[in-house]
C-alpha cells in the first residue's frame, strides 16, 4: 500500500474527506490523486496537522495506525536569533524604502512649486521691465 492509499485509509478510518484533509493541511487537491508519493516537506505538514497519524505505519508499514496524542506533542517552532534578525531587517528595509518614496515625492512637489515661483518672478521681472 502507498502513502497515499493509507493517508485515504486513514480519512476514511477517521470519517473525513479528501477534501477536508486538503483544507487543513493545505496541500493540493490532487496531492492523493497524483502519482508522485509525498515529499518530506508534504509528510511533514501531514504530521503537524495529524497528531494521531502514525509515521512510522505511514512511511514505514510498521505499528500500527494510530497513535497517541499523548506521546507526540506538536512541536513548538523557535524562532532562531537568525530569523528574528531577517525578519526585523526585512521589516527595516520596507519602512526606509517607504520612507525613501515620500522624500521623493515630497522633493517632486518641492521642485513643482520652486519652478513655478521662479517662472513666476521671472514674469514679473521682464513685464516690469517692458512697461
Given at each position: 500500500?502507498?502513502?497515499?492509499?493509507?493517508i485515504?485509509?486513514?480519512?476514511?478510518?477517521?470519517?473525513?474527506?479528501?477534501?477536508?484533509?486538503?483544507?487543513?493541511?493545505?496541500?493540493?487537491?490532487?496531492?492523493?490523486?497524483?502519482?508522485?508519493?509525498?515529499g518530506?516537506?508534504?509528510?511533514?505538514?501531514?504530521?503537524?496537522?495529524?497528531?494521531?497519524?502514525?509515521?512510522?505505519?505511514?512511511?514505514?508499514d510498521?505499528?500500527?495506525?494510530?497513535?497517541?496524542?499523548?506521546?507526540?506533542?506538536?512541536?513548538?517552532?523557535?524562532?532562531?536569533?537568525?530569523?528574528?534578525?531577517?525578519?526585523?531587517?526585512?521589516?527595516?528595509?520596507?519602512a526606509?524604502?517607504?520612507?525613501?518614496?515620500?522624500?521623493?515625492?515630497?522633493?517632486?512637489?518641492?521642485?513643482?512649486?520652486?519652478?513655478?515661483?521662479?517662472e513666476?518672478?521671472?514674469?514679473?521681472?521682464?513685464?516690469?521691465?517692458?512697461?
Open positions: 500500500m502507498t502513502s497515499k492509499e493509507k485515504l485509509k486513514y480519512l476514511d478510518f477517521k470519517g473525513l474527506t479528501a477534501y477536508q484533509f486538503q483544507k487543513k493541511t493545505g496541500l493540493s487537491n490532487g496531492v492523493l490523486k497524483s502519482g508522485k508519493d509525498f518530506v516537506d508534504k509528510v511533514k505538514t501531514i504530521r503537524d496537522n495529524y497528531l494521531d497519524l502514525s509515521m512510522d505505519w505511514l512511511l514505514f510498521e505499528g500500527e495506525m494510530i497513535v497517541s496524542t499523548e506521546t507526540k506533542p506538536k512541536k513548538e517552532k523557535k524562532s532562531t536569533d537568525y530569523e528574528n534578525y531577517k525578519t526585523f531587517t526585512e521589516h527595516n528595509f520596507v526606509v524604502n517607504n520612507k525613501v518614496d515620500n522624500l521623493s515625492n515630497d522633493f517632486a512637489k518641492f521642485k513643482e512649486g520652486f519652478l513655478e515661483l521662479i513666476e518672478k521671472l514674469e514679473k521681472a521682464i513685464k516690469n521691465k517692458k512697461v
